[in-house]
């Protein structure tokens, strides 16, 4: 058997298959090198993932994560070998190749990822072999919720969006402006509260100047982004939350910068357990 995880920022999906086929899935918080100490990473799986297998015990790990670059995967891999002593097939890559992986299988292609972050790369079929550098929520993730979220909350309260929607909103949510603030500039993970504002744009996009707003930010992440890559005859793929749920918009935004869109899934690990099955 082995396991197979997906790593966001937000969540971590694991699924457990055995010759093909799916034994169990799971979700667990994300897990991130980066941003959390070899020790909690350690914890959390512990606590949340080892509970839910039940006994069962991976032949093999495949680990693909947010966070897990060329300088952080050696973190990751020796927090999965606290967890998996017995387990001598540990394997950390980045959350970019899974997308890549499953979107793409072993042709050559673009694939995005569009969840809670936003990230793109060129791939040979292969490997990875140009990326444009996301820079976080605060400086690019172009494409992403969090930047969706950062983009509405503006509109909020800058009057561009109609009065009615600020309304139902602030009514719906509970919030405040000083809440909002305090959220975003005063706790940690601001990227997952803003994210965390989808569910309620989704909702509304029969308002036009939100609508626009959805389109918008996707079109940033073909400009910023993907052009960099200089191949527009090749289909680009996504997987996320944000893409998945967007996916009409997101098609409209990608023939708008002249692209066109081929796979769009809410995660990848169906389609990396039939890729390791296959590479196995």
């Not at 197979?4 to 991130?32: F, H, K």
């Not at 969840?115 to 040979?124: P, R």
């Not at 820079?135 to 509109?155: H, M, P, R």
């Not at 994210?195 to 909702?203: D, H, M, V, W, Y």
Request: proline share 4%; charged share 20%; with cysteine.
């Amino acid at each position: 058997m082995i396991l197979i995880a997906d790593s966001g920022s937000t969540n971590t999906d694991w699924l457990m298959a055995e010759n093909g086929n799916e034994v169990l899935r799971i979700t667990t918080q994300g897990l991130n090198p980066i941003h959390q100490q070899e020790e909690v990473i350690c914890e959390l799986m512990r606590c949340e993932l080892l509970p839910q297998l039940d006994g069962k015990s991976p032949g093999g790990v495949y680990f693909y994560g947010s966070g897990c670059n060329e300088f952080m995967s050696a973190k990751m891999e020796a927090a999965l070998a606290r967890v998996f002593p017995e387990c001598h097939n540990l394997n950390v890559f980045s959350d970019l190749l899974a997308a890549a992986r499953a979107v793409c299988g072993k042709s050559e292609g673009i694939a995005c990822i569009m969840g809670t972050g936003a990230n793109s790369c060129l791939y040979d079929g292969e490997r990875i072999v140009a990326n444009t550098p996301p820079l976080g929520y605060i400086l690019g993730d172009e494409g992403s919720g969090a930047v969706l979220g950062k983009l509405f909350v503006n509109a909020v309260f800058k009057g561009l969006l109609p009065e009615e929607i600020k309304k139902a909103w602030l009514e719906e949510s509970g919030m405040s402006y000083q809440y909002i603030i305090n959220k975003v500039y005063r706790e940690p993970l601001a990227n997952r509260f803003l994210a965390s504002l989808s569910p309620f744009i989704a909702k509304h996009l029969s308002c036009e100047p939100l609508r626009e707003i959805v389109v918008g930010n996707f079109r940033e992440h073909f400009r910023r982004n993907v052009n960099r890559y200089g191949r527009k005859e090749l289909t680009v793929g996504a997987v996320g939350s944000i893409a998945y749920f967007y996916r009409d918009l997101l098609a409209e935004a990608a023939a708008a910068e002249g692209y066109t869109l081929g796979k769009v899934m809410r995660s990848p690990l169906d389609n990396l357990m039939q890729y390791h099955s296959i590479s196995s």
